[in-house]
């Protein structure tokens, strides 16, 4: 056999005792060392048992392949009920399972404005009853029903929802239409003008989009995405170039298929830069949802948050979640909102990290690094360090400022564990007391626990 | 006195940069004792027996204990002890620090290597090996304590990528003219060296080295590759591979005593290079011996090995004492004295937590310290990665050793060519009264005799 080591001059990686590296200096020998330190506390164990598995090299190229491999495209918006088959008095949510109990301030004011919009209460307080009872109420996380929301992400029968396709692999995914910023249902908020606002969603907004994707045909948002990460957005907390890319698509035929209301609707998609937010968050979830199922693959496919418990999942794993407690973020708040007004972070808009967007692409987007708190060299910092903790890079998610390198994308649990770098997250904050709307913006860290979790389950058999 | 007691979670440096503070804080003046280590049990222990009030920690956790005469020296040394902790840290405290990669993966993706060395400790290593195998990468695993499953396994799988996994436990290796480990400076040549021994590869070596005669590579195995469960898959793999090798002429295999099925296997492999076997056991030759035969089938002459006899050696007899930092050259030496009691401080039992002997000095010292009648025997092996000075130290405590009564007899193994001087390091041991030989097996011989053993 031939060693190609014995061919060329050595380069060496070295990892560990500084003497020896510094050995390798005194012979003028290059070598790139490694900023080594210790696992997770308590992970060396489930570390090494995870790593010899046969299955996990293979596992893991075959189900990231799947996540950059996929080709989502906007192919229609259709009411909840048609779609995804929900009866009256079933809601799904944002994050793993939770329950009426154990839900925050912000989840619940979203299902009482869910439940007041439905027509199946005629106050909030006979809402807040009948959900404390349970009684006709079906609670269900989106995830298990391959849709995402962002922040509490209730989904009623009425709402119109993105229909996302995977060109690729045959997947779909929905996510609902963002109603805008400030006081609106998806940050608990449920007074009479969201409830009018989602009215108009599901009366004008809806159907004249569906008129106009037929009239389009779909639209490939991985090109969308990459363009609109050229021009600055990372697909999270910056939506501005994407909705403004949409805005360009979608406008004439807007124009054409519903002459009278195309002012009001233009108007509205235009007015509120987060948009395309959700039609992106479906791609996400639609090429997540491609890598899924790999057995042996550390690759996590989901990490959502109910405003409670942040959950993940993991292809090798199957639909189990793995949790810990929701983070406070750590960002800037509207007016005079501060941290105490934050409630714990909540949304399926994570869906973007996991698939290589958001925090992870931060360096694609100055624009808002002082909005999450931070300078330019922070948001390359973030964004590098994901690389530590990915099995790829995104061969069209790409970032200018860092000479077009693809996005990191694919986290996996072992290099959660081995580094100890947890996932960067962009998010919006919401106010903690059921009711109040958007507090502010910023960063998050995901509870450990949730990604040590799941590596102890992939030792099992 | 004051005492600063410090546990600094999550805070990690590799123990030999902590014992290099550690020294350097002890050195201060003002300073009694500064132990900064990793809170292994060991180390805490160790904390505790020197009287410091040490709270709850972890392995991964960073210990502080600093004993100074005052106040102000206490300060002093915290203060120098952050700067030496920022010096001390991959990036040399600069800003592209962040910039580092994190794993070796990582590391493997930025940049284009063709090997890469693991010395993190051994519960860890198999991760960072791991990644380098994927990568298509043959890997050197210093770190010793991985256990020998997850050896096979690694082995397994650089077989089907076409790479060489040499370790675990391998201290030495030359590719291509790099010493990576501990490694003499050897001149280029045509013997390719396979070793699962890294002590005895450098005495081999480092002979050949002083006989002129020159290395291609010299490819470590790790210690137990030639055992029934390993069953040589990395010494297969680098016999076949020198056997390419268009700079290798004749191979040594180093080792010591194989698994006998193992062994026939190994020797069934068709090779077109002649192979000379070095398998130290009763019954084989030693490792001079087996490097003479090299120079027999080579046709150079067998040199006469340097030596530097002491000056009047008390006639002692008695015990005999061995204290080695090279497993193999214990094994030898042991062989050849054929009594006396010896200790291999390079053992996985005496390297947990803290350096190997070749770095860090001081268990051996103490031991030699504790000596009080009769002769010691000790290996000074030299080359990159090793101490840098060892006489500084070793010198002191011989001539202690002397004034006691003690005979020191040292087997310095090394190269003309090796940073630390093979010839001004026995010169300084030899002027503090020990008997210095470059053949472990001569300086064996030589302490038997002066035991009065037959």
């Given at each position: 056999m031939t060693l190609s080591m014995l061919l060329g001059e050595p380069r060496v990686i070295t990892v560990g005792a500084s003497v020896l590296g510094e050995a390798l200096d005194q012979q003028a020998v290059p070598r790139t060392p490694v900023d080594w330190r210790p696992p997770l506390p308590g992970t060396s164990e489930a570390l090494a048992r995870v790593l010899a598995d046969p299955r996990r090299e293979r596992a893991n190229a075959l189900a990231v392949g799947r996540l950059l491999s996929a080709r989502p495209r906007l192919v229609g918006v259709?009411?909840?009920?048609?779609?995804?088959?929900?009866?009256?008095?079933?809601?799904?949510?944002?994050?793993?399972?939770?329950?009426?109990?154990?839900?925050?301030?912000?989840?619940?004011?979203?299902?009482?404005?869910?439940?007041?919009?439905?027509?199946?209460?005629?106050?909030?307080?006979?809402?807040?009853?009948?959900?404390?009872?349970?009684?006709?109420?079906?609670?269900?996380?989106?995830?298990?029903?391959?849709?995402?929301?962002?922040?509490?992400?209730?989904?009623?029968?009425?709402?119109?929802?993105?229909?996302?396709?995977?060109?690729?692999?045959?997947?779909?995914?929905?996510?609902?239409?963002?109603?805008?910023?400030?006081?609106?249902?998806?940050?608990?908020?449920?007074?009479?003008?969201?409830?009018?606002?989602?009215?108009?969603?599901?009366?004008?907004?809806?159907?004249?989009?569906?008129?106009?994707?037929?009239?389009?045909?779909?639209?490939?948002?991985?090109?969308?995405?990459?363009?609109?990460?050229?021009?600055?957005?990372?697909?999270?907390?910056?939506?501005?170039?994407?909705?403004?890319?949409?805005?360009?698509?979608?406008?004439?035929?807007?124009?054409?298929?519903?002459?009278?209301?195309?002012?009001?609707?233009?108007?509205?998609?235009?007015?509120?830069?987060?948009?395309?937010?959700?039609?992106?968050?479906?791609?996400?979830?639609?090429?997540?949802?491609?890598?899924?199922?790999?057995?042996?693959?550390?690759?996590?496919?989901?990490?959502?948050?109910?405003?409670?418990?942040?959950?993940?999942?993991?292809?090798?794993?199957?639909?189990?979640?793995?949790?810990?407690?929701?983070?406070?973020?750590?960002?800037?708040?509207?007016?005079?909102?501060?941290?105490?007004?934050?409630?714990?972070?909540?949304?399926?808009?994570?869906?973007?990290?996991?698939?290589?967007?958001?925090?992870?692409?931060?360096?694609?987007?100055?624009?808002?690094?002082?909005?999450?708190?931070?300078?330019?060299?922070?948001?390359?910092?973030?964004?590098?360090?994901?690389?530590?903790?990915?099995?790829?890079?995104?061969?069209?998610?790409?970032?200018?400022?860092?000479?077009?390198?693809?996005?990191?994308?694919?986290?996996?649990?072992?290099?959660?564990?081995?580094?100890?770098?947890?996932?960067?997250?962009?998010?919006?904050?919401?106010g903690r007391v059921a009711g109040t709307g958007q507090v502010g913006a910023g960063l998050v860290s995901p509870p450990a626990e949730a990604f040590t979790a799941a590596l102890e389950a992939l030792t099992l058999p | 006195m004051s005492d600063l007691v410090e546990v600094r979670a999550g805070v990690y440096h590799d123990s030999v940069s902590l014992m290099r503070v550690s020294q350097a804080l002890t050195a201060r003046t003002g300073v009694e004792v500064a132990l900064v280590a990793m809170a292994t049990e060991l180390n805490v222990d160790l904390a505790r027996d020197l009287g410091f009030a040490v709270p709850a920690a972890t392995g991964g956790d960073l210990l502080v204990a600093i004993r100074a005469s005052g106040d102000e020296q206490l300060e002093n040394a915290a203060a120098e002890l952050d700067r030496q902790l920022v010096a001390g840290s991959p990036g040399g405290g600069s800003p592209?620090?962040?910039?580092?990669?994190?794993?070796?993966?990582?590391?493997?993706?930025?940049?284009?290597?063709?090997?890469?060395?693991?010395?993190?400790?051994?519960?860890?290593?198999?991760?960072?090996?791991?990644?380098?195998?994927?990568?298509?990468?043959?890997?050197?695993?210093?770190?010793?304590?991985?256990?020998?499953?997850?050896?096979?396994?690694?082995?397994?799988?650089?077989?089907?990528?076409?790479?060489?996994?040499?370790?675990?436990?391998?201290?030495?290796?030359?590719?291509?003219?790099?010493?990576?480990?501990?490694?003499?400076?050897?001149?280029?040549?045509?013997?390719?060296?396979?070793?699962?021994?890294?002590?005895?590869?450098?005495?081999?070596?480092?002979?050949?080295?002083?006989a002129g005669v020159g290395v291609s590579h010299l490819l470590g195995v790790g210690g137990r590759d030639l055992s029934a469960r390993v069953g040589g898959r990395s010494t297969t793999q680098a016999l076949l591979a020198l056997d390419e090798d268009p700079a290798t002429e004749l191979i040594v295999l180093v080792s010591k005593p194989p698994a006998p099925e193992v062994a026939a296997a190994v020797q069934e492999l068709s090779l077109s290079k002649p192979v000379v076997r070095a398998l130290l056991g009763p019954g084989q030759d030693d490792l001079?011996?087996?490097?003479?035969?090299?120079?027999?089938?080579?046709?150079?002459?067998?040199?006469?090995?340097?030596?530097?006899?002491?000056?009047?050696?008390?006639v002692s007899g008695g015990p005999l004492r061995g204290l080695y930092s090279g497993g193999t050259l214990c094994t030898e030496a042991a062989l050849i004295a054929g009594t006396g009691e010896f200790t291999d401080f390079g053992d996985d039992e005496y390297t947990r937590g803290r350096a190997h002997p070749m770095i860090d000095p001081a268990l051996r010292l103490e031991a030699l310290a504790a000596v009080e009648t009769g002769v010691v025997l000790l290996d000074v092996v030299l080359g990159h990665?090793?101490?840098?000075?060892?006489?500084?130290?070793?010198?002191?405590?011989?001539?202690?050793?002397?004034?006691?009564?003690?005979?020191?007899?040292?087997?310095?193994?090394?190269?003309?060519?090796?940073?630390?001087?093979?010839?001004?390091?026995?010169?300084?041991?030899?002027?503090?009264g020990a008997a210095v030989f470059t053949s472990n097996a001569a300086a064996a011989r030589h302490a038997r005799l002066l035991i009065g053993a037959s």
């Open positions: 259709r009411p909840a009920h048609e779609v995804l088959g929900l009866e009256p008095g079933t809601f799904f949510h944002a994050g793993p399972p939770v329950t009426w109990e154990r839900a925050s301030g912000p989840m619940r004011g979203a299902l009482i404005g869910a439940m007041l919009f439905e027509g199946l209460a005629s106050s909030p307080e006979e809402a807040e009853r009948r959900l404390a009872s349970g009684d006709g109420i079906t609670l269900d996380s989106c995830h298990h029903h391959r849709t995402v929301g962002p922040m509490a992400g209730v989904v009623s029968p009425s709402m119109w929802m993105f229909e996302v396709a995977d060109a690729e692999h045959g997947g779909t995914a929905y996510c609902s239409l963002n109603e805008g910023l400030g006081k609106v249902l998806r940050y608990g908020a449920y007074g009479t003008e969201v409830v009018e606002r989602l009215r108009w969603m599901g009366e004008v907004l809806g159907p004249v989009l569906q008129a106009t994707l037929r009239r389009t045909g779909p639209l490939d948002l991985r090109s969308l995405i990459a363009q609109a990460l050229q021009m600055g957005d990372e697909l999270h907390n910056r939506n501005r170039a994407a909705t403004s890319l949409l805005v360009r698509e979608l406008a004439p035929a807007v124009v054409e298929a519903a002459p009278e209301r195309a002012a009001e609707v233009l108007r509205f998609v235009n007015g509120n830069d987060h948009f395309f937010l959700n039609a992106g968050m479906a791609a996400a979830k639609v090429s997540a949802d491609a890598a899924r199922n790999v057995p042996g693959s550390s690759l996590v496919v989901a990490m959502a948050r109910n405003g409670t418990e942040f959950g993940i999942q993991v292809s090798g794993l199957g639909d189990r979640w793995f949790t810990g407690p929701a983070g406070v973020p750590d960002g800037l708040y509207l007016g005079a909102y501060g941290p105490e007004d934050a409630n714990p972070d909540i949304g399926d808009s994570t869906i973007t990290e996991t698939a290589g967007l958001g925090g992870f692409a931060m360096a694609a987007a100055p624009a808002i690094v002082r909005f999450v708190g931070g300078d330019v060299a922070d948001a390359v910092a973030a964004t590098t360090s994901m690389y530590e903790i990915t099995l790829a890079e995104h061969p069209a998610y790409q970032i200018p400022g860092l000479g077009f390198r693809g996005t990191p994308v694919g986290i996996d649990v072992t290099l959660v564990a081995r580094t100890g770098l947890l996932p960067v997250v962009n998010t919006g904050i919401a | 592209a620090r962040d910039a580092l990669p994190r794993t070796t993966r990582s590391a493997s993706r930025a940049w284009d290597a063709t090997v890469a060395l693991v010395s993190v400790p051994g519960e860890h290593a198999f991760a960072e090996a791991c990644d380098a195998v994927e990568a298509g990468l043959s890997v050197m695993i210093f770190s010793d304590n991985v256990p020998v499953d997850l050896e096979i396994l690694l082995k397994d799988r650089a077989r089907d990528k076409g790479v060489l996994v040499m370790g675990p436990d391998c201290g030495t290796a030359v590719i291509g003219g790099a010493g990576l480990g501990f490694a003499n400076v050897l001149r280029p040549g045509r013997v390719g060296v396979v070793a699962a021994s890294g002590t005895g590869a450098q005495q081999v070596t480092s002979l050949l080295d002083l001079t011996t087996a490097v003479e035969k090299v120079l027999g089938a080579l046709g150079v002459p067998v040199p006469e090995w340097p030596s530097w006899a002491a000056e009047s050696p008390p990665g090793s101490d840098p000075d060892p006489s500084a130290s070793l010198a002191p405590a011989v001539e202690k050793a002397r004034e006691r009564g003690v005979a020191v007899v040292v087997a310095l193994v090394g190269t003309e060519g090796d940073p630390q001087g093979l010839r001004s390091q026995a010169a300084r041991l030899n002027e503090a």
